[in-house]
């Protein structure tokens, strides 16, 4: 169900940059009260100037949600939310067997176990309102296959998948969930690596993804962020499985993400 931002109070997870940045100031437009977390404290406090100064009333509450401690202080100092946007993350751009223990363990709690604990924590009394609406961040790479993001591919696939599941759960009970799926975006996790995009897609600016943040807080269930024709390609992959391979490597994808690969491992020597 669609619902009237204003004033409404929003948690914002992984606010401090990249998307985080642009969803908050979207948000703030729209009249929001904004609740920015994240670890770091300066560029929270940094955003919330900006939000404040666009007429917006927000709080900031630092947090690492990796830590179970935190998340649990994070809800109870946030208090009744009208709106979660779990949209932290983190990604690692490497072969399976080049990514350490402590990195595969990351991306499986920061991208999935999180906002799978956020949700739980939020959903009682947005159950008991009988409103409320959850936007889950996830990415095109839940969509398909995404060689040498094989471990942060799989988190966006289950993100995606309790998302539709969790919908159809909350069906009638007035709390809305949502998904957005970006794909090659300008900033953030893969503008920094100055890697471009295959010319078949292309990147989307961050804007467009928070443009698509508030057709999901507008009723949508699922928004995909691309500037490519991506749905005939997925529902042909969905149809005849065998040619997703052929294509990824027909339209440079496969050899975009090693070059990443490959500069990212560069980066990290």
Same mark, same amino acid.
């Given at each position: ?24 100031? !979207?948000?703030?437009?729209?009249? /929001?009260? &904004? #609740?920015?977390? =994240?670890?770091?404290? %300066?560029? $929270?406090?940094?955003? +919330? ?16 949600? !990796?830590?179970?401690?935190?998340? /649990?202080? &994070? #809800?109870?100092? =946030?208090?009744?939310? %009208?709106? $979660?946007?779990?949209? +932290? ?38 159950? +008991? ?141």
């Amino acid at each position: 169900m669609p619902i009237d931002l204003h004033q409404r109070k929003v948690l914002l997870t992984g606010a401090s940059g990249g998307l985080g940045v642009h969803v908050a100031r !979207a948000l703030a437009g729209a009249g /929001a009260h &904004l #609740i920015l977390t =994240a670890r770091d404290a %300066d560029k $929270l406090s940094e955003l +919330a100037a900006a939000c404040e100064r666009a007429g917006a009333q927000v709080s900031v509450i630092a947090a690492d949600l !990796a830590n179970p401690d935190d998340r /649990a202080r &994070l #809800i109870e100092s =946030a208090g009744e939310i %009208d709106v $979660l946007i779990n949209n +932290a993350g983190v990604e690692y751009t490497r072969r399976l067997l080049d990514q350490s223990d402590a990195q595969v363990h990351d991306q499986i709690a920061l991208n999935l176990a999180v906002p799978i604990d956020l949700t739980r924590r939020v959903l009682p009394p947005m159950l +008991a309102r009988k409103r409320g609406t959850i936007v889950n961040i996830s990415s095109m790479s839940g969509k398909g296959a995404t060689p040498y993001n094989s471990v942060y591919a799989a988190t966006k696939h289950g993100l995606n998948g309790f998302t539709t599941s969790l919908g159809l759960e909350l069906h009638g009970t007035g709390v809305h969930v949502g998904v957005v799926c970006p794909g090659f975006v300008s900033e953030g996790m893969w503008g920094r690596t100055g890697i471009r995009a295959p010319l078949a897609l292309r990147e989307v600016r961050p804007q467009k993804v928070a443009a698509g943040v508030m057709k999901v807080l507008r009723g949508a269930k699922q928004v995909l962020v691309t500037e490519g024709p991506v749905r005939p390609l997925l529902a042909l992959v969905e149809l005849f499985p065998g040619i997703e391979a052929p294509m990824l490597r027909m339209t440079n994808i496969v050899r975009t993400l090693e070059r990443r690969a490959d500069a990212l491992d560069a980066a990290q020597d």
